[in-house]
Nanobody, 121 residues
Framework: VQLQASGGGLVQTGGSLRLSCAAS????????KAWFRQAPGKEREFVAA???????RYADSVKGRFTISRDNAKNTVYLQMNSLKPEDTAVYLC????????????????WGQGTQVTVSS
């Protein structure tokens, strides 16, 4: 099983990026998929998650700016990030778990390698 995250980059404050995480090796249509992020020297932080039944949850810090979605036919989850701020700078990682969407990284058994997002001020 592999999760391949992509779409990161350098963007100015107020800009947008769309991250993708493609899964291979098995089908995760009924699994919960999530995005976390980790900045240097900080703990891994929950960003957003979507369950197999499309229940969605967001961290308060990204509500109204980020949107998580998925395409089961492509076995891919997306994170549309708008109105980016310098504090959004981090490595963004995708994760998958069996069951509902949770905000605790310890509940996720499958992880991608991460993609760097840098927001300049």
């Amino acid at each position: 099983v592999q999760l391949q995250a992509s779409g990161g980059g350098l963007v100015q404050t107020g800009g947008s990026l769309r991250l993708s995480c493609a899964a291979s090796g098995r089908t995760f249509s009924t699994y919960a998929k999530a995005w976390f992020r980790q900045a240097p020297g900080k703990e891994r932080e929950f960003v957003a998650a979507i369950s197999g039944n499309d229940m969605i949850r967001y961290a308060d810090s990204v509500k109204g700016r980020f949107t998580i979605s998925r395409d089961n036919a492509k076995n891919t989850v997306y994170l549309q990030m708008n109105s980016l701020k310098p504090e959004d700078t981090a490595v963004y990682l995708c994760a998958v778990r069996r069951g509902v969407a949770l905000a605790d990284a310890r509940e996720y058994g499958y992880w991608g390698q991460g993609t760097q997002v840098t927001v300049s001020s």
